[in-house]
């Protein structure tokens, strides 16, 4: 029996090897994530109508609409950046920090809801329609930010789809939901709670079904 060293061994497995090219650093997809979104953001303000604020509007300035956009955003980031990082063998110090940050932004977001509840939403009355407007909205403006991970992570082969599904979808129409939020100027507390404070995670728990679909579809052709 002929004996053969590890080295040609190896070489030997790994001859009929297809070439793999390298994934995209992280902060490489994240950034052109975020660049798609600002220039989605900057086409929408552009083309924006430019309407003055209704009377009852909520102001702009008020602590409570501040707080949902920022946490809005934040969680936007760290829920995108948990997703991507999650996908990548060796980068969970990362993951994990995009959680911590996808979970500060959604506390900000419900204490900002709370106080408003707790407020007596003394701005506007109940706009069903507008609401499920600006939520259409966030999700179309979400929408080139959410392929984009979403064909990162089937190509990084993400590991517990579901999750990194969730994290992915909510996180890209939270972003929607900011530029939303930044350029809504048309209703009271009930419309700012429902279309932008719960949209990101109601309707991106929603999209992240078939997003998980897809991981797993893929994750089952790797295994084969």
């Known amino acids: 029996m002929t004996r053969i060293s590890t080295e040609q061994f190896v070489e030997d497995l790994a001859r009929d090897v297809a070439p793999v090219s ?31 604020a209704p009377v009852g509007a909520v102001p702009h300035g008020d602590l409570r609409f501040l707080m949902i956009g920022v946490g809005a955003g934040i969680f936007a980031v760290g829920a995108m950046l948990r997703a991507l990082a999650g996908a990548i063998p060796g980068r969970e110090p990362e993951a994990r920090a995009g959680a911590r940050a996808a979970a500060i932004g959604a506390v900000a977001v ?32 979400a929408l080139l930010p959410m392929i984009g991970v979403s064909l990162f992570l089937v190509r990084a082969y993400a590991r517990q789809p579901l999750v990194a599904a969730i994290f992915a979808a909510t996180g890209t129409v939270a972003l929607g939901v900011l530029a939303v939020h930044l350029s809504c100027h048309a209703g009271g507390w009930f419309h700012i709670l429902l279309g932008h404070a719960f949209a990101p995670f109601a309707v991106g728990c929603v999209l992240a079904v078939p997003i998980a679909f897809a991981l797993r579809a893929r994750s089952r052709r790797g295994v084969e």
């Open 22 to 52: 390298p994934l995209p650093r992280l902060r490489t997809v994240l950034l052109a994530v975020l660049g798609a979104w600002a220039i989605t953001f900057g086409a929408m303000r552009l083309l924006g109508s430019g309407a003055a």
């Open 110 to 141: 419900l204490l900002a809801c709370v106080w408003a509840l707790v407020g007596g939403f003394e701005r506007g009355t109940l706009d069903l329609g507008g609401s499920l407007m600006c939520m259409g909205h966030a999700v179309l403006l």
